[in-house]
């Protein structure tokens, strides 16, 4: 899942577009998703797939797996949303007001997810750190965050030699077999990953490194942002916040 995601950073349409924009267009999004009205919140997420879908080029069959693992926690969180325990029965029942709530988190889950997943599809980690470094994070931040980006593909990359050995040799088998194999996993994992760390370390510090991450100034390629995606862009954050403060305006009366 996560090589195709790091895919499609580089090789989507909206790839060549500044990430600084990007990241200013999303934050913006994602603060009105947080806030705003669930109706607000229900076009946010129908736009992010007109921009992820039609103007990245993501695949929809892609985007809809990403967004149903991401709703599986929320389903995990319904039962204590909607249910309600009768102290005097002694039953569980469904509450309207449980429904209620279950509706508007269901709207803001969706719409900070389209947002983020419009950032990551579109976005690779390269641009992102670039983002921070202009942003003024320490460089120890953005140390981490690259280190913990290159691991992810090797340990996903040593799990599974290690499964597959095991496999072979006949292990995870059973249920007891899969949870002892898994184990011994895990702990051969760890061992990797030091191993790893430490020639990853020498060999930083062989090539002169001294703690400093220098990375390319956070500018945008040859290829300029279509204006009609600017065009709309501007006219769909003003369309979207004239309609929170139409909704905002209506409750109050």
Not at 63 to 74: D, E, K, R
Not at 82 to 99: D, F, H, M, P, Q
Not at 162 to 177: C, D, S
Not at 211 to 236: F, H, N
Request: aromatic residues 12%.
């Amino acid at each position: 899942m996560i090589r195709r995601i790091d895919a499609y950073a580089y090789s989507n349409k909206l790839h060549p577009v500044s990430p600084l924009w990007k990241s200013g267009f999303a934050a913006a999004l994602f603060a009105l998703s947080y806030v705003g009205h669930p109706w607000v919140q229900t076009a946010i997420f129908g736009w992010m797939l007109v921009w992820i879908v039609g103007h990245a080029g993501i695949p929809l069959k892609f985007y809809a797996g990403l967004l149903a693992l991401s709703l599986l926690f929320y389903a995990a969180s319904l039962p204590a949303l909607v249910l309600e325990l009768n102290g005097t029965a002694g039953t569980l029942y469904v509450s309207e007001a449980g429904i209620d709530r279950a509706a508007d988190l269901l709207c803001r889950t969706a719409a900070c997810f389209a947002v983020l997943a419009f950032l990551v599809l579109t976005t690779p980690v390269t641009g992102l750190l670039q983002v921070l470094d202009k942003l003024r994070v320490p460089g120890l931040v953005i140390e981490l965050v690259l280190i913990t980006y290159r691991f992810i593909f090797l340990f996903a990359d040593s799990a599974l030699e290690l499964y597959r050995a095991q496999r072979a040799r006949g292990g995870q088998i059973g249920f007891r077999g899969r949870i002892r194999d898994t184990a011994i996993l895990a702990g051969r994992l760890f061992v990797q990953a030091i191993q790893r760390y430490r020639g990853l370390a020498h060999g930083l510090a062989a090539r002169g490194f001294t703690g400093d991450i220098r990375l390319s100034p956070c500018t945008s390629s040859d290829r300029p942002m279509p204006r009609a995606y600017l065009w709309e862009a501007g006219v769909g954050l003003a369309a979207l916040l004239a309609l929170q403060g139409w909704l905002l305006w209506r409750e109050a009366l």
